[in-house]
């Protein structure tokens, strides 16, 4: 095949891909998170510092941030972070077009993603492998509604899967350029999620075994010297060289101290008073996620509730958020490649068992990383069985799986976000919901609603940070425990989670039919 017809086959899905979360950007509203990435970076880009939420490095941000300050949006006059992104949203009344700027950021990570797996697949199993690989990527649901947002989800599985190719190839040939190529690769790992200090070891250390065991790998410590030292310098300049103590920043003592062993603890705060280290902010937002680990999160799973989660957590959400096609076909991958190239075999597992002991069990975004490796496998399979196939029926089956795929990812546009699978039934509420459903993101159409029906009054249970005064909804507080009249709005998030949602405060809607609903998020009820 000539190249350029393979190049400009690889072209169109991106495009394609990109488009369809182009088209996503002004149907829904700020989701829960949104805000805040936002104020963080538009703080960093114009120079008032890093403290506002150091949960979360920089990178992301920093692109969600920029179209806002090349329209010479007015710095926030709200000290709280979400208030903060909320003024830079909702400035020169423009807030659709603002949100909608914010989000092109993150569609750089959706192409370079895309482009990743292509890479990836195409460089150890060839062309048709590299595009059908690219074209599950995008098209799988969980992909396209987290490359639609202003959020730090999508960028540290580009990240990680781009240091994942850039280790395997520096284990080819260690030399100077690949080291500086690894390092910038880690660097950008490291800048888009502390997560991914947790899923690079874990993955570079299957690779690396398996690399080893079959006897085709090399090493250099000049090399891998040189790669640390560029990926300390960038990540450094991603925090603009800062340097200080920790006890200097507002919580940072306590962030450094507090999650640490007990044993250590005297050194962290030895540390923290004593010791200027270059990006404080770094080592506190790593503390303030461990600390976010320990105290865990509220969370619901198929009827419970748990402040420290559940070990099969993942493994569910994963299950019914996934394509049921695509999982056939990536078990069957990960079959194949187990004695071929089990290295992708492995990954998408470690991933996996890696996340399942965490107590933050609040969506499948935060197991995003294992889909680029997934896709590879599933795409392998595809190719195989097209391949060797020699009667009907299992071209026939490959037919029927890759159009159940596509046809029912399609159907889904826009409401990827709260998609599910057809094992979850009718009522994906009864499994999970906070960001995996509801997370905030169907206010433009609760607006357009209540215009149409022409409500003059509405009560509101909402899970999320817009400001439903501004989007002219005339909402007032439904109160648990209070069965009330009227038109009424509840979110899935809201009837779910919280402490009077825990204790059947609005259980007394169950007795009643949503007149309809709101996206895929909200109910809307007209009690008489």
């Known amino acids: 095949m000539p190249k350029a017809f393979g190049l400009a086959i690889y072209a169109t899905i ?43 490095p920089p990178l992301e941000r920093i692109l969600s941030a920029a179209p806002l300050v090349l329209m010479r949006i007015p710095p926030p006059t709200q000290t709280d972070f979400v208030g903060k992104g909320n003024d830079l949203l909702y400035a020169n009344d423009r807030y659709e077009k603002n949100l909608a700027r914010a989000r ?38 969980p992909i396209l509604a987290h490359a639609g947002l202003a959020t730090t989800d999508l960028a540290v599985a580009t990240t990680l899967t781009v240091s994942l190719i850039a280790l395997d190839f520096w284990l080819d040939a260690p030399t100077m350029r690949r080291g500086v190529l690894l390092g910038i690769a880690i660097a950008l790992g490291v800048l888009s999620k502390f997560s991914f200090l947790l899923f690079f070891p874990v993955t570079a250390l299957v690779l690396i075994v398996v690399r080893i065991a079959r006897r085709n790998a090399s090493f250099s410590a000049k090399s891998l010297a040189l790669a640390a030292v560029i990926a300390f310098l960038l990540v450094w300049a991603g925090y603009r060289f800062s340097f200080g103590r920790l006890d200097a920043i507002p919580m940072g003592k306590f962030y450094l101290e507090t999650p640490a062993p007990r044993p250590l603890r005297p050194l962290a705060k030895w540390i923290a008073e004593k010791v200027p280290l270059p990006m404080p ?97 599933a795409a392998f399979a595809t190719v195989t069985i097209a391949r060797q196939s020699r009667d009907l029926f299992p071209r026939a089956a490959l037919a029927a799986l890759l159009g159940w795929l596509v046809i029912g990812t399609t159907l889904a546009h826009p409401d990827y976000l709260a998609w599910f699978n057809e094992a979850a039934g009718e009522h994906p509420e009864e499994i999970v919901v906070d960001s995996n459903l509801d997370w905030g993101q169907d206010v433009l159409r609760l607006e357009r609603t209540v215009r149409e029906q022409n409500i003059d009054r509405l009560l509101v249970v909402y899970n999320g940070n817009a400001d439903l005064g501004r989007h002219r909804i005339p909402a007032a507080g439904l109160a648990p425990f209070s069965p009330a009249k009227g038109w009424i709005a509840a979110s899935e998030t809201s009837l779910k989670i919280g402490e009077q949602a825990r204790n059947g405060g609005y259980r007394w809607l169950d007795q009643y039919r949503p007149v309809r609903r709101i996206g895929k998020s909200i109910r809307l009820y007209y009690i008489r």
Not at 310 to 327: D, Q, R
Request: aromatic share 16%; hydrophobic share 55%.
């Open 14 to 56: 991106i495009l394609i891909g990109a488009w369809r979360v182009a088209l996503t950007h002004r149907v829904f509203s700020e989701t829960l998170d949104e805000p805040v990435h936002i104020a963080c970076g538009y703080e960093w880009l114009t120079g008032r510092g890093y403290l506002t939420d150091p949960t979360h």
């Open 104 to 141: 092109m950021g993150n569609l750089f990570f959706f192409i370079a993603g895309m482009i990743a797996v292509a890479a990836w697949a195409h460089r150890l199993f060839g062309f048709a492998v590299g595009a059908v690989a690219t074209a599950l990527f995008a098209t799988l649901p």
């Open 281 to 377: 902010e770094l080592f506190m937002g790593i503390g303030a996620v461990k600390m976010h680990d320990i105290d865990g999160h509220l969370a619901y799973l198929l009827g419970h509730y748990s402040q420290r989660g559940w070990w099969y957590y993942f493994p569910v959400v994963f299950f019914y958020k996934t394509p049921l096609p695509f999982l056939i076909l990536a078990v069957w991958g990960i079959a194949l490649l187990l004695r071929r190239r089990p290295e992708i075999a492995w990954i998408p597992i470690a991933l996996m068992l890696c996340v399942m002991p965490s107590s933050i069990n609040i969506g499948i975004r935060h197991l995003l990383p294992i889909y680029p490796p997934l896709c590879i496998a």
